[in-house]
Every structure is written in structure tokens, then in C-alpha cells.
Nanobody, 123 residues
Framework: QVTLVESGGGLVQAGGSLRLSCAAS????????VGWFRQAPGKEREFVAA?????NYADSVKGRFTISTDIAKNTVYLQLNSLKPEDTAVYYC???????????????????WGQGTQVTVSS
């Protein structure tokens, strides 16, 4: 059984920063792909970033968000900088068992999901 637990969300002013964490049990992140997705109220879930042998970012977050892995802690982080009100959403981490130099942005490829953490950016 794979369990993912996100943390680190909160309320921040525009221009501020947050660091989200995704801790896993039952699957080793060093040999998988981990992705972050987000869903705002009334909107479809969208891809944010993913990490495997390489990284992949949505155009809307390139240069502002950074995804990284702490193998010793089996945790993936998403550093959110220069936050904008449009970044407000519930952020989910997810994992799939493949490894690749170009991790997928397709949510259907991910088989385990966390419960989500709320990020709210005020203007």
C-alpha cells in the first residue's frame, strides 16, 4: 500500500513563498516519478511539475516553482516562489512507478495520490 501525505500549504500574500512537502510510504521515490497537480475551485485539475530522472514544469510555473527530492527522507518538495493569486488551489502530489528523463504531465499515468494541501494567495 502506497500512502502520500502532503504538507506545507497555507495563506500567503502575493509575491510570497511556500514549500510543499510530499512524504511517501510504500514506494521509494528514488525509482519512481512524482508529480504535483493542483485544482482551483470550479476548474479542472492541472499539472504543475514532476520529477523522475529529469524534471518537467507547466509553463505557468516555470522560473517560479522548483521541484526536488530528498531521497534519504523519501520526500519530494515543491518550492513555490513569487506566488500569484491565480496559484490559489489545492495542491496534490501523485506517484507512478515509471522512471523517465521527461516525466509525464498526464494525470492518468499516476496511480497513487495524496489528500491535498490548500494554498491560498491573497492579492
Amino acid at each position: 500500500q502506497v500512502t502520500l501525505v502532503e504538507s506545507g500549504g497555507g495563506l500567503v500574500q502575493a509575491g510570497g513563498s511556500l514549500r510543499l512537502s510530499c512524504a511517501a510510504s510504500g514506494r521509494t521515490f528514488s525509482s519512481t516519478t512524482v508529480g504535483w497537480f493542483r485544482q482551483a475551485p470550479g476548474k479542472e485539475r492541472e499539472f504543475v511539475a514532476a520529477i523522475s530522472w529529469g524534471v518537467n514544469y507547466a509553463d505557468s510555473v516555470k522560473g517560479r516553482f522548483t521541484i526536488s527530492t530528498d531521497i534519504a527522507k523519501n520526500t519530494v518538495y515543491l518550492q513555490l516562489n513569487s506566488l500569484k493569486p491565480e496559484d490559489t488551489a489545492v495542491y496534490y502530489c501523485a506517484t507512478n512507478p515509471s522512471t523517465t528523463y521527461y516525466p509525464t504531465d498526464n494525470s492518468s499515468a499516476y496511480d497513487y495520490w495524496g489528500q491535498g494541501t490548500q494554498v491560498t494567495v491573497s492579492s
